[in-house]
Each structure stands twice: as C-alpha cells, then as structure tokens.
C-alpha cells in the first residue's frame, strides 16, 4: 500500500467526485479521478492505486462491466458508490467482485470507515494452517 493510500475516485458527476476527492484528502489520502471507465483504464495503466471507488451508472462501460473485469484480474480492491441501492443491486455489486458497496446518497464518514477497512484487510498478511 501506498503512503498516503491512493484512491481512484470514478464518478461521472463533478460534483461527487469533487466533494468526495476533498473529503479523502483532508483525511490523508491521496485521490485522483476519471468521469469514466475509458479514462480509469487510461489511468491504470500509468498509476498505482490502493483502491478504486467505482459508480454503477456512467457513459460507455458501466460500473458493473468494469467491476467484473477489474476484479477478474485482482488488480485493486473496489468499493461501488452508487445511486442504485435497492437489495438485488447491492448483491449483484458484490457478486461481480466489489469489495464493498454503499448507496448513494452516503455519509463521508461511513464511506472513509469502509475505504480503511477495505485497505486494513488488503495489507493484512494472511494467517497461515496452525499458526494460531
């Protein structure tokens, strides 16, 4: 993990990813943007992320398209922010690989206490067959 953790923050709403990219770096961490998946992928390609913040509903490929094939690859753990938060959306979200999901509208505080605790069991090492 980085240090500060670097967020990759993809919204297609401006003012989202502007309240929610200051509310993180004013908590220590480090944020960068895309208003879609073209130029997350774009970004990934030169850039290394702790975790990627995700919307559902975006031009071009949607946050469920892009879940499955980010989380194919085991790339950066996700955390779908979205406007779609009705039970079978949120199973559907997890089932495709999101790490977490939490329905938009959503408390800043709740979305940093997911995005840490995200990243504490990213770095955690594994507890081996007998250690304990």
Not at 76 to 84: N, W
């Amino acid at each position: 993990m980085t240090n500060p953790p670097h967020i990759l923050l993809v919204d297609d709403s401006a003012e989202i990813r502007k309240a929610v990219a200051r509310y993180l770096e004013k908590n220590d961490m480090r944020v960068t943007s895309a208003v879609d998946a073209a130029q997350m992928d774009d970004l990934l390609k030169v850039g290394r992320y702790d975790l990627i913040v995700l919307d559902v509903m975006m031009p071009g490929e949607d946050g469920i398209s892009v879940c499955r094939r980010l989380s194919g690859k085991g790339v950066v753990p996700i955390l779908m922010l979205t406007a779609l938060g009705e039970e079978m959306d949120r199973i559907i979200g997890l089932e495709v690989g999101a790490d977490d999901y939490l329905p938009k509208p959503f408390n800043p505080r709740e979305l940093l206490a997911r995005i840490k605790a995200i990243l504490r069991r990213a770095q955690k090492p594994e507890v081996l067959a007998g250690s304990l």
